[in-house]
C-alpha cells in the first residue's frame, strides 16, 4: 500500500497540500446537467417522474401505493431486533437527545429606555425531509443524528426519504426511524426524492428543510434546490485529521485513518506527527492491519488516492495546519489536548486525548456526526437543534419610542430617497 508522507518544512508543501486537499467532484457538469433534468421532471410530471427514476436507479418496479412505508412495518422492524441493537440503538438515542437538549434557543426580549419592546421569538420548521443513503451501507446513526435533534427542536412533521436498492428493505434503519419518531418514511431516494421533497408531488409532501448525507448526486440536488427549500449542508466525501506527538499506540492511530477510510474511496485520512519514527511506525501498523478489514479493498484506494502522513517539526507548525484543513473530524492525540484544542479555530468536531476516537463521535458520545466537510468548517457548524429552528425579530414600539426614533428613521429614509419610508415614521411623531 503506497501512502503519501510529506514534511511541512518541504520545498513545494503547500501546492502538494493544496493537490491533497482538492475535491472538485461536485463541480462535475455532467452531474449538474443529469440533476437539473431530473429536478425538472418531478416538478413537472410528480410520482410519475419519481416512480420511474425510483424503477430505473433502484431496479424495482415501485408503484404509488408501494412509496410510503406504514407504521405497523416500522414498529414490526424494531421488535425484530435482536436485544444488542436494541439496546445500542436506545443508548445512542438517549445520549444524541441529552447533549441536543442543551442546544435549544430559547426567545428572549427586554424595554428599553424609551418603552420599546425588542426581542426574538423562536419557532420551529414545520416540516422537515430527511435524507438517508440505502446504497453501499446502511446508516441508522444518521438516522438518529438528523431526527432526535428536530424533534427535540420540536418540528411538527418529519418526512425520511430512503432508497431500497431492489426494492429491499433494512430492518435496523427502519428500527431506528421507529425510536427515533419518524412521521413518515417513504421508499425513494436519489435527485429524484430531493426534488419530492423540495416541490412536492401527489406521494411527498413538500417540505421546509432537507438534511441528511448522500452521494453526489443528493449533494447536487440539495445545492440546487437551496432557494426553495433550506438545507444543512452539502457535504462532500469524509475526512479525518489526527495530530500525534508519537506516544499512542500506532495500531490505534492506523485504525482511527481506516476509520474514515472505508466510507469510501474518495474519502479522506490525514495524520500529523511530531515525530518523524513515529510516521514510520503508522505505516507498518497500516500495512499489517489493512488485511484483516472488510472493506480492505475500499480502504486501499481511499489511503493511496487521497491520504498523507505529514511531518511538523512544531505544534505550532501542527496546529497552523490543522486550522488551514479545517476538517471535518479532528483527533488531538497528544498530552493536553485541551490546550491544543484552545488553539484551534476550525474543525467541524475535535476529539481530544487518546482514549477517544472518531468512532465513537459517529455512534454514541452524544454530538451530532453530521458535520461541515471539505474545509467549510471555517464558517458552518455541526448540525443541531438550532438548524431547526428559525427565528422572527420582534419590535413593539411604545408612543414615545416611536416619535423618537421616528426623527432618526426620517433622516436615514430620506438620505436614501425613501419619501414614503421617511414619512411613514414621521405619522408616528408626537405633536408638541
Not at 501512502?3 to 493544496?18: H, I, N, Q, Y
Not at 474543525?347 to 458520545?365: K, S
Not at 420582534?394 to 414614503?420: H, P
Amino acid at each position: 500500500m503506497n501512502v503519501r508522507t510529506l514534511k511541512v518544512s518541504d520545498a513545494g508543501f503547500s501546492e502538494s497540500l493544496k493537490d491533497l486537499l482538492a475535491w472538485d467532484a461536485e463541480d462535475d457538469a455532467s452531474i449538474y446537467q443529469r440533476v437539473a433534468e431530473i429536478i425538472g421532471d418531478v416538478r413537472k410530471r410528480g410520482d410519475a417522474a419519481l416512480l420511474a427514476y425510483t424503477e430505473q436507479f433502484d431496479r424495482w418496479p415501485i408503484t404509488a401505493a408501494d412509496v410510503m412505508i406504514e407504521s405497523s412495518q416500522l414498529k414490526a422492524a424494531w421488535e425484530s431486533l435482536p436485544a444488542e441493537q436494541i439496546k445500542a440503538l436506545t443508548t445512542a438515542a438517549d445520549r444524541v437527545r441529552t447533549y441536543a437538549e442543551h442546544q435549544a434557543l430559547e426567545s428572549w426580549g427586554f424595554t428599553d429606555e424609551l418603552g420599546n419592546q425588542l426581542g426574538q421569538k423562536v419557532t420551529a420548521l414545520e416540516r422537515v425531509g430527511v435524507y438517508v443513503p440505502g446504497g453501499k451501507a446502511a446508516y441508522p446513526s444518521s438516522v438518529l443524528m438528523n431526527v432526535i435533534p428536530a424533534k427535540v427542536a420540536g418540528v411538527a412533521e418529519i418526512i425520511m426519504v430512503s432508497p431500497t436498492p431492489n426494492g429491499e428493505l433494512n430492518d435496523i434503519v427502519l428500527a431506528a426511524a421507529y425510536l427515533a419518531g419518524v412521521d413518515k418514511v417513504l421508499r425513494v431516494g436519489g435527485a429524484q426524492a430531493v426534488a419530492a421533497l423540495a416541490y412536492g408531488t401527489e406521494s411527498v409532501p413538500a417540505v421546509d428543510k432537507i438534511v441528511g448525507p448522500g452521494n453526489i448526486y443528493v449533494a447536487t440536488a440539495k445545492k440546487m434546490v437551496f432557494g426553495q427549500v433550506g438545507i444543512d449542508m452539502v457535504a462532500g466525501p469524509s475526512e479525518i485529521l489526527i495530530i500525534c506527538d508519537g506516544k499512542t499506540n500506532p495500531d490505534w492511530i492506523a485504525m482511527d485513518l481506516f476509520s474514515q477510510a472505508e466510507h469510501d474511496e474518495n474519502a479522506q485520512s490525514i495524520l500529523i506527527s511530531l515525530d518523524l519514527d513515529f510516521i514510520d511506525a503508522v505505516k507498518s501498523s497500516m500495512e499489517r492491519l489493512l488485511p484483516t478489514l472488510a472493506r480492505a479493498d475500499v480502504i486501499k484506494a481511499s489511503i493511496e488516492s487521497r491520504a498523507a502522513l505529514i511531518y511538523a517539526a512544531s505544534e505550532e507548525q501542527a496546529i497552523e495546519l490543522a486550522n488551514t484543513i479545517a476538517a471535518e473530524h479532528l483527533e488531538l492525540s497528544v498530552d493536553d489536548a485541551e490546550s491544543w484544542a484552545e488553539k484551534i479555530k476550525h474543525a467541524g468536531a475535535i476529539f481530544l486525548g487518546r482514549y477517544t476516537p472518531e468512532a465513537l463521535g459517529d455512534y454514541c458520545a452524544g454530538p451530532n456526526h453530521v458535520l461541515p466537510t471539505s474545509a467549510t468548517a471555517r464558517f458552518s457548524s455541526p448540525l443541531g437543534v438550532y438548524d431547526f429552528q428559525k427565528r422572527s425579530s420582534m419590535i413593539n414600539c411604545s408612543a414615545q419610542g416611536a416619535s423618537v426614533l421616528a426623527e432618526t428613521a426620517s433622516v436615514l429614509a430620506r438620505g436614501e430617497s425613501l419619501d414614503a419610508h421617511a414619512r411613514s415614521a414621521e405619522f408616528r411623531q408626537l405633536k408638541n
